[in-house]
């Protein structure tokens, strides 16, 4: 069955370390996004790839956030230096961009961080 | 720039009556609309999507929602409630060739019994 695999499931950590999530999207997916969600903002789009080019990264806070695709099994988001206020629910989903954008989006479990 | 306006943050029906969740859209172009559900500590799911085909469109779990280019909407319907509907709906759209999905905030469904 394929699904979007999300790692960590739950991180805890201190102000200043540095968080690294990661993603394996659906084989044969070629679209990979990322979304923070949290009570107050909902599902906000952090960042985007189409055949692991990065195509909107604007969502995302520039100074500490970063996100890659190493390569087509694996992109990364990471936090460096983490705050509290970064604590949120971190979800990847995959799909395929054929469609044009009318594919549906196959989302992980979420990666929640917590920073204290 | 596409957005999506999701109103009511929380909605409670009783179980067997109709489910109204309202989604508003605004794009610039003909959109590509979603109804995506989450559970407790899950992921989304796709529930339904339009796609420029029928405008009444019937997705999973006895879900529909209709567009209406007139009214800039995409509001999801059930007609009888049930209890494993307990969940948060989320209206989303992609804006054709740009490969970019806006969610909108969602909405917590919430079933009496």
């Known amino acids: 069955d394929a699904r979007v695999t999300q790692t960590p499931r739950d991180k805890v950590t201190e102000m200043g370390q540095e968080v690294t999530m990661r993603c394996q999207p659906i084989l044969g997916h070629n679209t990979v996004f990322w979304y923070r969600q949290t009570m107050m903002q909902g599902l906000e789009l952090l960042a985007y790839?189409?055949?692991?080019?990065?195509?909107?990264d604007s969502g995302m806070p520039k100074d500490r956030f970063s996100a890659e695709m190493p390569d087509a099994t694996l992109a990364t988001l990471k936090i460096q230096p983490s705050e509290p206020r970064d604590s949120a629910v971190y979800f990847c989903?995959?799909?395929?961009?054929?469609?044009?954008?009318?594919?549906?989006?196959?989302f992980g479990e979420g990666s929640r961080l917590t920073v204290l | 720039a596409q957005s999506v306006t999701q109103l009511g943050s929380h909605v409670s029906v009783s179980e067997g009556a109709l489910v109204l969740l309202r989604c508003n859209y605004s794009s610039s172009v003909p959109p590509y609309l979603f109804w995506y559900v989450q559970y407790p500590n899950q992921g989304l799911q796709l529930l339904l999507k339009?796609?420029?085909?029928?405008?009444l469109v019937k997705g999973i779990n006895g879900f529909e929602a209709e567009f209406k280019k007139s009214e800039t909407s995409f509001h999801l319907t059930k007609p009888s409630a049930h209890m494993r509907d307990a969940a948060e709906y989320f209206c989303a759209v992609s804006e054709r060739g740009t490969y970019k999905y806006i969610f909108g905030t969602g909405t917590r469904l919430k079933v009496l019994a």
């Open positions: 790839f189409r055949n692991r080019a990065p195509l909107d």
């Open positions: 989903a995959s799909g395929l961009s054929g469609q044009g954008g009318a594919g549906e989006l196959f």
């Open positions: 339009y796609t420029s085909a029928a405008t």
